[in-house]
Nanobody, 121 residues
Framework: VQLQAFGGGLVQAGGSLRLACAAS????????KGWFRQAPGKEREFVAA????????YYADSVKGRFTISRDNAKNTVYLQMNTLKPEDTAVYYC???????????????WGQGTQVTVSS
């Protein structure tokens, strides 16, 4: 396993969760990192992304102002802080890595297993 996501769970609406994604390859520290999510019956959504050095970020409109992506290259880990969660945030969340334009979902070719986030109303 090259990428492994942690931190999902069940939370009430308005609550917070912090996802983490640890990479097993040291070279991933120089890759763009992204978070995607997929709810049952829906298309996969590109949620947030961060450039290899952390200097640039991308957020989908649906999460802007509520989610924050960050990374610690020394720990080879990327995080997704999710605040003010809504029931519509319920999905399986996946982390991914790739080289190239961090803001393009096509960049991401290495995938971790998903972690379930469930937000109750």
């Amino acid at each position: 396993v090259q990428l492994q996501a942690f931190g999902g769970g069940l939370v009430q609406a308005g609550g917070s969760l912090r996802l983490a994604c640890a990479a097993s390859r040291r070279t991933f520290s120089s890759y763009a990192k992204g978070w995607f999510r997929q709810a049952p019956g829906k298309e996969r959504e590109f949620v947030a992304a961060i450039s290899w050095d952390g200097s640039n970020t991308y957020y989908a409109d649906s999460v802007k102002g509520r989610f924050t992506i960050s990374r610690d290259n020394a720990k080879n880990t990327v995080y997704l802080q999710m605040n003010t969660l809504k029931p519509e945030d319920t999905a399986v969340y996946y982390c991914a890595a790739g080289l190239g334009d961090f803001g393009s979902p096509r960049t991401y070719v290495y995938w971790g297993q998903g972690t379930q986030v469930t937000v109750s109303s």
